[in-house]
Each structure stands twice: as structure tokens, then as C-alpha cells.
């Protein structure tokens, strides 16, 4: 039985109501889910706009997609001088190798390849190089590679800090090779590992001969204890201070020679590894201390005429001194003669020092900080003793001014700590080699990385053996030049076979060192460039396949339409940058009614002709003109260097050379073909597509004025069509 109509319309009105407040909130999450998705894109877009690195995608057809604003401030230029511009037509703020590199490297990224952070240089707008660091990767959407995303970062300052660091190593190589105390270096068995130049002119030893010889074996008997028990410290205690002492070494002639040595060690990882010794021979100074205490009048003669000061006191009062002390500490003789002056002339802490010294009449060198009269401090070196001056016993001291050895000692110490950290984690090899023995003295751990050999085979090898065949006799070249005094390039590239017999490519920086005009050995940095050279081989040969793939167009053999822009573009600029003597002519020609010989005898027909028509152009152009399929049947030519009648000239010839070929489309049947030319030369900074598009227009009046007609550019000749 039918339900009532009240109690339907009542139920439908409560489904209704149901359904809306179902509808209603569905509404309501929508907007919300919509509204999380805008919040969503505003921190996106605000996150992309803000962040100091660049971010940037290409597509597949070389166009940049998108760029993170943050662009122009690495470079000046805005982000949208990029977006939607292929990659060719930023070539202007690359150098020639990035360009390349960068071209290259995003084709691989096309083919799915993972390219390493990759270092380019760029020009930014203000004219400034830059060097950036890229991270790129393929970008993926449905399986399939849409193009590449990257990441670029400004490293600009971090090179220039590597340069500065390269530069202060080679100067403190420099202070090292050439300073006049001895630098050693000893194992932790007391070997030494290595010694500087500075060894033949104090001992008479040349370094190689004291390279590997026990340090201590030179050593005067009665100062070996002491010797020995400073080089245990600084072996055993990883905080040991600096040690310094006097020794006596052996001289090559057998006399022997007074040194001062400083000795410090060399802790890695809370490791010591080595001991640092710097010798100053002090034998002359040690025998003119001596030669003063001879006698009083000798004293008073060489006081007078030393570089030092000396001084006489009794009790801390200046009986006698020299003008260099007055001149030192700035005093007048009448002020400083029979006063108290050991008080006023030494600094509070290094006062309760000197007078203990005073006191026990020591005749050890010691350390201690000056002032002068008007207050400035300084560091001094003095050296006392007790003796007899007109009946007296009195205190005799000579003190010298060490303020610029002092400097001197802390710019050697901050470069020596360079220097190390620099051979630490240099990301090359470095090396040492002798031409008399014709093997290596040192190399680092990257020389072994990248050969294969152990430190203790390369130092038994010749560097000439593990090169190639072919950079062998590059290497012989080389010192054909040295040897002749002759001038060669700092850096080469040489192959190496390694101890797995790979090939290796490195480039090498090397400082040839010379005894008497005579070839002694070398020093050199060494890095790999194995990647580079198969990059470069890998751009070699994606350069050819991609001339011939992509600007020959394989019917006519002449060039194809893209190549024809990018070449245009190049003339046009030429033209520009020598107008006056650099004309530029085009040529737009057209095969009359093509259409109707296609239609009638075929494509294979017209594809045939094509091809014809294509060698006869070839044939009629110079070495410096080229040709392009602009069209299906329009074909381009530019003529640089050629004004606009010498181009009429070059229509006519083309013409006529035409005129001469017969097509046979069928049997017992030959057409002659004719051709429609438009021409004009380019005017001075005129825009590549009105010129284009000027020289089309001329084509197409040549045609609409009967055709077999050559249309120069009237506001340069009267005569409109040369038919």
C-alpha cells in the first residue's frame, strides 16, 4: 500500500537535507586541502626566490625552464634574460672551455647519465670571472628523462684562497731552500729525511749526502748526552716547548763548527711524527765573544765598532757602553754614565731573570724584553760574564736587538705550519728529482696513488720509465732545451703507465734547479687529468658526430636551416665589428614552379633535382661562401666580405649554371630548370630577422615578377628585376 504523500515529501526532504550537509562538507575540506596547497606553494616560491645557491632546469631541446632569482646576484643578469633561451645563446658569459664543458656535460645528463660537481668559469654581466661549482642530474617524470636540474654555488673566493695558499707555500719553499740557517727534518730514529741548501755553506756536505745519514752522527762527543736527551723529549712528550741549545758539528774539512739549535716537534693526531731542527751556525759570534774577553783595550775597540750593544756594570750601575747601546735604549751618555740602569732598561718580567742571570755569571746566550726610553718594548739577546775592568770585578754584556729575527722566527713558523698543511691535504702529487742519479729523493702519497708504486719502489725508479712510449720522447725534448739553456713551458702533459699497467694522464708543474749553470734536479706538482682527457676526446667526438648530424642536410648536401641562423648570426657580427671594409651579402633563391614538376613527375623526381640543384651551387661558390637548404625548395647563400654587386655576379653565374643541367623526369623527356634569386647586403646593426626578412620579400617580387629574375634591394640599384 502507498506510503501517504505528507510522510514521501517528508522523507525526500530529509534526504535532501542529508545530501547537502554531506555536499556542504566535501566543500569545506576542498577549500581547505586548496588552501594548504596555496600556503604550500607561497613557502615554495618563497623558499626558490631566497635561497643563496642557483637553482636552474633544461629541457630536452636545450632551453632553460626555470632559474632561482638568486642569479642575479651571482652574475647581474635577472632571471628572466634566461628563461626560455637555449643554452647556445648564453655562450657570452662562459668561457670557451666551461661553454664547451657545460654543453657536453648536459648532454650526457639527457642520457640519463650522473655528472660529478663540475667547476665552470663565467663572465657576469659587470665583466667579472666567476667560478662556479655545478651539481647536476637528469630530471625524471614518467620514467623517462625531461630534462636536468642543477644546483650552482659561488666557490669564487675559496679559488682565490687556494691560489693565495698555492702562492704563500712556493714563497716559503723559497725562504727554506734559500735561508742561511740549516732546516732539518729527522725521523722519530733520528734519521734525517731531509735538509736544506744551507748544510754546504755552514758544513760543506751537499744535501743528498746528508739525506738518510743518522743526525747525530756529526755530533761533538761531549754534546751528545745533551742532544740526545732534548730529541727524546721532543719524540716522547707531545707538548713539549721548544727546545734550544748549543752543539758543535763536524765539519766536512774535520773542524768543527758552533751551532744554535732550535728543535720543535711535529704532532699529528696527537702523534709526533718528526722532529724540526733550524741550526744557526754562531761559530764567528762564539770567537769574537771569545776574542773580547782577551783583553780590556781589545774590548774597548770592538765594542766601539760592533753592531751590538755592550755595556759595563757594576751592581747595576753603567760604568762603560758603546753608542749603539745609547742609540738602542735611546738614552744620552751623561743621562744613563753612573746611574742604575738594569731597572730602567729591562722589562718587569724579564728584570727578577737577568739579575739571577747576573748572578751566577753565566756565559749562555738568554732572552729578555727591553725598554727603551720612551717606553717602547723590544726583544733583546744578551750574552754576560764577570771580569776585571780598572781593578774591579764587574759585569761585561753585549745585547742585540732580535726584533726582526723574532719576526723572522714567527712568519717561518706560521709558513712552516702552511707548508705542512699544504703537503697534507694537497689534493696532487708532489715529488723530488735528481738528474745525476736520475732517480726520485721524495714523493708524496698522491705520487703513489696514482702510479701504484710504494714510496720505496718510486725512490729506486727513474721517472722516465713510467711514461709512455710517446711522452718519453716529449721528456727527452724537454731536456734537450734544458740542457741547451733553452727556455721550455713550466707545465707539460705526460702519460704514465701505472704499476697495473693503466695509462695515466697528468699535468705537470715542474721548478728545474741548477748548481753552476748546471742541470741539478727538479721539483713538481702533478695532478691527473685523466677525466679531462677523456672529456675532451668525448667532446672531440660528439663535435664531429653532431656536424655531421645535425648541419648537413643529407639530400642537397648543403648546410640545414639551424646551422644557417647560427652562422648568419656570426657574420652579422663580424659585419658589425668591421663595417667599413666587411660587407655581407645574402642570397634567397627559389626553384620556379617546383611544385608543378613534383606533382607531375614525383618526389623522387624532385628530390633528384634537388640534389642537382645543391651541386651546382657548391660549384659556384668560394671557399669563404656557404650555402643552406632554407626551405623545402629555397636555398640561402652568404657571400661575407662581399658587397651586393659582386653578389649580383654570383646570381647570374648560378643562373646560368643552372640553365646548362637537364633533368630527363621520364623518357626521351628533358626539362630545364630555372630559378628565382633575391639578394641584398646588410646594413649596419641592422636586426638578423629584418634582414631575413628583406632579402625574402626581394625573392618573392623576383617570382611575382615572371620568375628566372634576380631581385637586387632597390634602395641600392634603380633597376628593380635583372632578368
Not at 162 to 180: A, G, I, P, Y
Amino acid at each position: 500500500m502507498r506510503k501517504p504523500l505528507g510522510e514521501e515529501m517528508e522523507f525526500f526532504q530529509q534526504y535532501n537535507e542529508v545530501l547537502f550537509n554531506q555536499l556542504e562538507k566535501k566543500i569545506l575540506d576542498l577549500e581547505t586541502a586548496n588552501q594548504q596547497l596555496r600556503i604550500l606553494a607561497k613557502e615554495y616560491q618563497l623558499q626558490f626566490k631566497n635561497i643563496s645557491d642557483v637553482v636552474f632546469m633544461i629541457g630536452t631541446d636545450f632551453n632553460i625552464l626555470n632559474i632561482s632569482p638568486s642569479v642575479e646576484k651571482l652574475l647581474g643578469y635577472k632571471a628572466e634574460d634566461f628563461i626560455g633561451r637555449h643554452v647556445s645563446d648564453l655562450r657570452h658569459i662562459f668561457t670557451s672551455e666551461s661553454f664547451e664543458r657545460a654543453t657536453a656535460n648536459i648532454s650526457r645528463m639527457l642520457k640519463d647519465e650522473r655528472i660529478p660537481a663540475t667547476i665552470y668559469t663565467f663572465v657576469a654581466k659587470d665583466g667579472t670571472l666567476k667560478h662556479i661549482e655545478i651539481n647536476g642530474s637528469p630530471l625524471i617524470r614518467n620514467g623517462q628523462v625531461a630534462g636536468t636540474i642543477s644546483v650552482a654555488r659561488d666557490i669564487t673566493e675559496r679559488k682565490l684562497m687556494e691560489e693565495k695558499l698555492r702562492d704563500k707555500e712556493q714563497r716559503f719553499h723559497s725562504f727554506v731552500e734559500h735561508s742561511s740557517d740549516i732546516i732539518v727534518l729527522l725521523n722519530l730514529e733520528g734519521g734525517i729525511t731531509y735538509i736544506n741548501p744551507a748544510v754546504e755553506s755552514v758544513l760543506g756536505f751537499k744535501p743528498e749526502e746528508r739525506i738518510g745519514a743518522n743526525g747525530f752522527e756529526l755530533v761533538h762527543p761531549d754534546d751528545m748526552k745533551l742532544l740526545a736527551d732534548s730529541f727524546n723529549t721532543l719524540v716522547r712528550d707531545t707538548n713539549s716547548p721548544v727546545i734550544k741549545v748549543e752543539m758543535r758539528l763536524r765539519h766536512k774539512d774535520g773542524s768543527w763548527r758552533t751551532l744554535k739549535a732550535v728543535g720543535s716537534n711535529f704532532v699529528r693526531n696527537n702523534v709526533v711524527e718528526s722532529v724540526i731542527v733550524n741550526y744557526r751556525d754562531i761559530t764567528e759570534r762564539k770567537l769574537v765573544h771569545e776574542y773580547l774577553y782577551v783583553s780590556e783595550e781589545r774590548f774597548r775597540l770592538l765594542s766601539e765598532a760592533s753592531f751590538e750593544a755592550v755595556a759595563i756594570h757594576e751592581e747595576g750601575v753603567l760604568l762603560h757602553a758603546n753608542d749603539q747601546y745609547f742609540k738602542m735604549f735611546g738614552y744620552e751618555p751623561e743621562e744613563a754614565l753612573g746611574q742604575e740602569m738594569i731597572s730602567v732598561t729591562f722589562a718587569p718580567e724579564s728584570l727578577e731573570f737577568v739579575k739571577k742571570r747576573l748572578a751566577t755569571d753565566s756565559l749562555k746566550l738568554c732572552e729578555a724584553i727591553g725598554i727603551r726610553k720612551d717606553g717602547t718594548r723590544f726583544p733583546m739577546e744578551i750574552h754576560t760574564r764577570k771580569m776585571e775592568y780598572k781593578g774591579r770585578t764587574v759585569q761585561f754584556g753585549a745585547i742585540r736587538d732580535i726584533t726582526e729575527r723574532k719576526r723572522a722566527e714567527e712568519e717561518l713558523r706560521e709558513s712552516e705550519e702552511k707548508y705542512r698543511e699544504l703537503v697534507k691535504y694537497a689534493p696532487a702529487g708532489i715529488y723530488e728529482f735528481d738528474y745525476e742519479t736520475n732517480l726520485f729523493i721524495s714523493v708524496n702519497d698522491v705520487i703513489c696513488e696514482y702510479t701504484g708504486y710504494t714510496k720505496d719502489e718510486l725512490l729506486t725508479m727513474n721517472f722516465f720509465n713510467i711514461l709512455t712510449e710517446k711522452s718519453q720522447k716529449l721528456m727527452l725534448a724537454r731536456l734537450e732545451k734544458l740542457m741547451a739553456n733553452e727556455k721550455i713551458p713550466q707545465t707539460v702533459e705526460y702519460c704514465i703507465r701505472t704499476k697495473g699497467e693503466e695509462e695515466l694522464w697528468v699535468r705537470l708543474s715542474a721548478r728545474y734547479i741548477y748548481e753552476s749553470e748546471k742541470l741539478k734536479g727538479s721539483t713538481g706538482v702533478v695532478y691527473n687529468i685523466t677525466d679531462h682527457k677523456q672529456a675532451e676526446e668525448a667532446l672531440r667526438e660528439s663535435e664531429n658526430k653532431y656536424r655531421e648530424l645535425s648541419i648537413i642536410d643529407d639530400l642537397t648536401q648543403l648546410y640545414n636551416s639551424k646551422h644557417f641562423h647560427a652562422q648568419l648570426e656570426i657574420e652579422i657580427e663580424r659585419s658589425n665589428s668591421y663595417f667599413y671594409g666587411q660587407p655581407l651579402t645574402l642570397l634567397l633563391l627559389d626553384l620556379d614552379k617546383f611544385k608543378a614538376f613534383n606533382d607531375t613527375y614525383g618526389h623522387i623526381e624532385g628530390d633528384y633535382v634537388l640534389s642537382r640543384f645543391g651541386q651546382v651551387i657548391k660549384r659556384c661558390l668560394r671557399e669563404t661562401d656557404s650555402a643552406y637548404r632554407y626551405g623545402g625548395r629555397e636555398i640561402s647563400i652568404m657571400l661575407p666580405m662581399t658587397a651586393i654587386e659582386e653578389g649580383i655576379v654570383k646570381a647570374k653565374r648560378i643562373q646560368a649554371e643552372l640553365r646548362k643541367e637537364t633533368f630527363p623526369p621520364v623518357l626521351d623527356q628533358n626539362i630545364n630548370m630555372t630559378v628565382s634569386i633575391g639578394l641584398a647586403q646588410y646594413k649596419p646593426m641592422e636586426e638578423m630577422k629584418m634582414f631575413v626578412h628583406r632579402v625574402e620579400k626581394l625573392m618573392y617580387q623576383a617570382k611575382k615578377d615572371g620568375r628566372d629574375r634576380i631581385c637586387p634591394d632597390r634602395s641600392r640599384h634603380k633597376r628593380r628585376v635583372i632578368g
